[in-house]
């Protein structure tokens, strides 16, 4: 499957969870080689949350969103480091954030999540692929 094979029909994504999945692991090589080439060494935060330990989508168990998209394999939480130091804000992953929103319409970045209230929710390090209204 190329990546524009998960497309549109009539302004309507046609993707199935499966296809989501393989859009998202052709994205994340990309994801790291651009972090290094900005000059960042990355490591891994969360990336599947097992639903033996964090419920199954829509249910609140453990910690994180009961709707969150590292439960159906489509998130991964990058630490991002700078001379040996974590960068830990938002701020710090805003460049490779707004270069993960680009590469796919269905591409999304924490530092962009807003919670019940519309403030930000500071999630920075979250890089996703949108699935049924699930980042």
């Known amino acids: 499957m190329v990546l524009a094979e998960v497309g549109r029909h009539k302004g309507v994504f046609l993707v199935k969870l499966l296809q989501a ?3 998202f692991s052709r994205l994340v090589p990309r994801l790291i080689d651009r972090a290094h ?17 964090f419920g199954n989508i829509g249910e609140k168990k453990g910690y994180g969103h009961p709707k969150s998209a590292h ?9 991002l480091f700078s001379d040996g130091q974590y960068l830990g804000t ?3 992953h805003q460049m490779l954030g707004e270069w993960w ?10 530092g962009r999540f807003r919670d019940k ?10 890089y996703s692929v949108e699935f049924e209204g699930v980042k």
């Open 90 to 92: 938002t701020e710090a």
């Open 101 to 110: 929103e680009q590469q796919h319409p269905m591409a999304r970045w924490g």
């Open 21 to 23: 999945q393989f859009l």
């Open 117 to 126: 209230k519309g403030n930000p929710a500071s999630d920075g390090n979250h």
């Open 37 to 53: 080439a900005l000059g960042f060494e990355v490591t891994w935060g969360d990336a599947y949350r097992d639903p033996r330990v």
């Open 71 to 79: 439960k159906q394999r489509l998130a991964v939480d990058l630490n």
